[in-house]
T-cell receptor, first 116, second 116 residues
Framework: DTGVSQDPRHKITKRGQNVTFRCDPI?????LYWYRQTLGQGPEFLTY????????KSRLLSDRFSAERPKGSFSTLEIQRTEQGDSAMYLC??????????????FGPGTRLTVL | AQKVTQAQTEISVVEKEDVTLDCVYE???????LFWYKQPPSGELVFLIR??????QNEISGRYSWNFQKSTSSFNFTITASQVVDSAVYFC?????????????FGPGTSLSVIP
C-alpha cells in the first residue's frame, strides 16, 4: 500500500497522559500536514512541514501540542497532558510541492483519540 | 466568517431519490481549488473531486455530478439515484493560491442518510 498511513488508528488515554501519533506520508511527498477533526465538524488545519522544516505552527491548538518531522519522512504529533477536549480524529495528509506538482493533499485514515 | 458553508446539516432521502448537497464558499483569491470529500462511518476521508477556479464546466462521474458557479460562489454536488452506500458525511473544501494550496479549509459537512 503506497498511501498515507497513520498509527495507531485508535488511542484511548486518561486525562493528563501524553500521547504521540505517527504519520508516514507517501514516499516521494515532501509536504506533510496535520489536521484535527472534532465530532460533527470538518477537519481543521493544525500545522505542516516541507521536508523537515515546520513552515507553520500558529494553528497548533496550545503549547501542549507539538509536531516533528526529523528526517523529512515520517512525522509525529505529540499532545502533552491530554484533556478531554483533545478527543478528536487527528488526520495526516501529504503532498508533492514544487515544479509542476499540483500540491494535492492525500489524506491518511486518521488516529481517533479518546481522552477519559 | 466561515469560508466554506454547507447549510444542510443533515439530509435523509429514500433510496433511488436524487439529492443535492449545497456548498457556498468565500475567497478573495482569484485562483483556488474546490473539493468534495466523502467520509463514511469508517472515518477515512475519500476524495471525490477537485475543481480549479478557472474551470466552470460541470462534471459528471457516474451517479455523481457537480455544478460550479462562480457567479454565486457555489459548488453543489448531486447524487442521482441514491443508494444506501452513499450514506456518509460529505465535506466541501477550499484551498487558495495565496497559501500555495497548503491549507485545505473544510466546511462543516452534510450528513446524508439514504434509507432503503
Amino acid at each position: 500500500d503506497t498511501g498515507v498511513s497513520q498509527d495507531p488508528r485508535h488511542k484511548i488515554t486518561k486525562r493528563g497522559q501524553n500521547v504521540t501519533f505517527r504519520c508516514d506520508p507517501i514516499s516521494e511527498h515532501n509536504r506533510l500536514y496535520w489536521y484535527r477533526q472534532t465530532l460533527g465538524q470538518g477537519p481543521e488545519f493544525l500545522t505542516y512541514f516541507q521536508n523537515e522544516a515546520q513552515l507553520e505552527k500558529s494553528r497548533l491548538l496550545s503549547d501542549r501540542f507539538s509536531a516533528e518531522r526529523p528526517k523529512g519522512s515520517f512525522s509525529t504529533l505529540e499532545i502533552q497532558r491530554t484533556e478531554q477536549g483533545d478527543s478528536a480524529m487527528y488526520l495526516c495528509a501529504s503532498s508533492l510541492y514544487g515544479g509542476v506538482a499540483s500540491n494535492e493533499q492525500f489524506f491518511g485514515p486518521g488516529t481517533r483519540l479518546t481522552v477519559l | 466568517a466561515q469560508k466554506v458553508t454547507q447549510a444542510q446539516t443533515e439530509i435523509s432521502v429514500v433510496e433511488k431519490e436524487d439529492v443535492t448537497l449545497d456548498c457556498v464558499y468565500e475567497t478573495r483569491d482569484t485562483t483556488y481549488y474546490l473539493f468534495w470529500y466523502k467520509q463514511p462511518p469508517s472515518g477515512e476521508l475519500v476524495f471525490l473531486i477537485r475543481r480549479n477556479s478557472f474551470d466552470e464546466q460541470n462534471e459528471i462521474s457516474g451517479r455523481y455530478s457537480w455544478n460550479f458557479q462562480k457567479s454565486t460562489s457555489s459548488f453543489n454536488f448531486t447524487i442521482t439515484a441514491s443508494q444506501v452506500v452513499d450514506s456518509a458525511v460529505y465535506f466541501c473544501a477550499l484551498s487558495e493560491a495565496e497559501t500555495s494550496y497548503d491549507k485545505v479549509i473544510f466546511g462543516p459537512g452534510t450528513s446524508l442518510s439514504v434509507i432503503p
